[in-house]
């Protein structure tokens, strides 16, 4: 009789615990709580200072948490997706949707930011979660990127107004540039001149700033900054670091790079002083002896 008791309990037991596993996960409403939010590059502060709409995945109310899940984003597949935050997308789940949007903080203040709130989807065990990200656009990309109608825009850079007063680039007529960053005394010293046989002619290149990739004689370079009184030029295809010695002139640094018989000449568009600053493309140097002729009155004759 006892045996049997035992044996009804033990089954019992095992019954119980087998319901008990198939029964679906259920869903843990603190630890959902917890997570909802990204603060992401926001302090506790300044989350407490968003306006409701924006705090309401902070305490949902039993069933109303459930609505978050079922969550589909168009433009990342995974959280924290950077290449997420450069377009606008909606974000839809079983109770809505959310589409991305620029936020500011500390508006008029001294301390104003704006971020872009994302929305994205976290993968839980119970399912595709709707959740916020707040994200500094300049953090992410650069100082260059601010949120502009709910993603992150690089702003566009105002191109220097060299003019060359060369109809085209010859070697074989003298012309002159005029820079727009330069004083009038270092202007007018940029004209095609001779040096013995070698030209340096002058040219309205490319303003570089750090991590910019240039093309010179074929071979990809990638403007490193400065270093000391250095200006460092990666080349993309080896990886090997040039440095090169640049001299100041009228408060402009002025540096070159040789790439098999040419001279590639760049000058600071902006303060040398302000640590890495940004270099412009005015003029490579020749030897008019590679074409058969020689330097004359600025021009290979």
């Given at each position: 009789?006892?045996?049997?008791?035992?044996?009804?309990?033990?089954?019992?037991?095992?019954?119980?615990?087998?319901?008990?596993?198939?029964?679906?996960?259920?869903?843990?409403?603190?630890?959902?709580?917890?997570?909802?939010?990204?603060?992401?590059?926001?302090?506790?502060?300044?989350?407490?200072?968003?306006?409701?709409?924006?705090?309401?995945?902070?305490?949902?109310?039993?069933?109303?948490?459930?609505?978050?899940?079922?969550?589909?984003?168009?433009?990342?597949?995974?959280?924290?997706?950077?290449?997420?935050?450069?377009?606008?997308?909606?974000?839809?789940?079983?109770?809505?949707?959310?589409?991305?949007?620029?936020?500011?903080?500390?508006?008029?203040?001294?301390?104003?930011?704006?971020?872009?709130?994302?929305?994205?989807?976290?993968?839980?065990?119970?399912?595709?979660?709707?959740?916020?990200?707040?994200?500094?656009?300049?953090?992410?990309?650069?100082?260059?990127?601010?949120?502009?109608?709910?993603?992150?825009?690089?702003?566009?850079?105002?191109?220097?107004?060299?003019?060359?007063?060369?109809?085209?680039?010859?070697y074989f007529e003298q012309g002159s540039i005029d820079l727009p960053f330069a004083d009038s005394e270092l202007n007018a010293a940029l004209i095609d001149t001779c040096e013995g046989n070698n030209l340096f002619e002058t040219l309205c290149g490319k303003e570089l700033e750090v991590d910019d990739v240039i093309t010179l004689g074929g071979v990809q370079f990638q403007y490193k900054g400065s270093d000391s009184n250095y200006a460092l030029f990666k080349n993309v295809k080896t990886g090997q670091v040039i440095e090169r010695y640049y001299d100041v002139e009228n408060g402009h640094a002025i540096v070159y790079i040789k790439i098999d018989k040419v001279k590639y000449y760049f000058i600071s568009s902006t303060n040398i002083d302000d640590g890495d600053f940004n270099i412009f493309l005015f003029g490579e140097k020749i030897d008019c002896e590679d074409f058969g002729m020689t330097c004359s009155q600025g021009a290979c004759v």
């Amino acid at each position: 009789m006892m045996k049997n008791k035992i044996l009804k309990i033990i089954l019992l037991t095992f019954c119980l615990m087998f319901i008990v596993g198939c029964m679906p996960t259920p869903i843990d409403k603190m630890q959902f709580e917890k997570n909802i939010v990204d603060h992401g590059d926001l302090s506790s502060e300044e989350y407490l200072q968003l306006p409701a709409s924006l705090q309401e995945l902070r305490q949902p109310a039993p069933p109303s948490f459930l609505k978050w899940y079922g969550c589909e984003d168009s433009d990342s597949d995974n959280v924290f997706d950077k290449n997420s935050l450069l377009t606008q997308s909606t974000t839809t789940y079983s109770g809505g949707e959310f589409t991305d949007k620029c936020y500011t903080w500390n508006e008029g203040k001294a301390n104003e930011k704006t971020r872009l709130i994302e929305g994205q989807c976290k993968n839980t065990r119970s399912g595709n979660k709707f959740s916020y990200w707040y994200a500094d656009c300049d953090q992410k990309f650069g100082g260059d990127y601010s949120c502009v109608e709910g993603a992150c825009v690089q702003e566009p850079k105002q191109d220097l107004m060299c003019i060359d007063f060369e109809a085209s680039e010859s070697y074989f007529e003298q012309g002159s540039i005029d820079l727009p960053f330069a004083d009038s005394e270092l202007n007018a010293a940029l004209i095609d001149t001779c040096e013995g046989n070698n030209l340096f002619e002058t040219l309205c290149g490319k303003e570089l700033e750090v991590d910019d990739v240039i093309t010179l004689g074929g071979v990809q370079f990638q403007y490193k900054g400065s270093d000391s009184n250095y200006a460092l030029f990666k080349n993309v295809k080896t990886g090997q670091v040039i440095e090169r010695y640049y001299d100041v002139e009228n408060g402009h640094a002025i540096v070159y790079i040789k790439i098999d018989k040419v001279k590639y000449y760049f000058i600071s568009s902006t303060n040398i002083d302000d640590g890495d600053f940004n270099i412009f493309l005015f003029g490579e140097k020749i030897d008019c002896e590679d074409f058969g002729m020689t330097c004359s009155q600025g021009a290979c004759v």
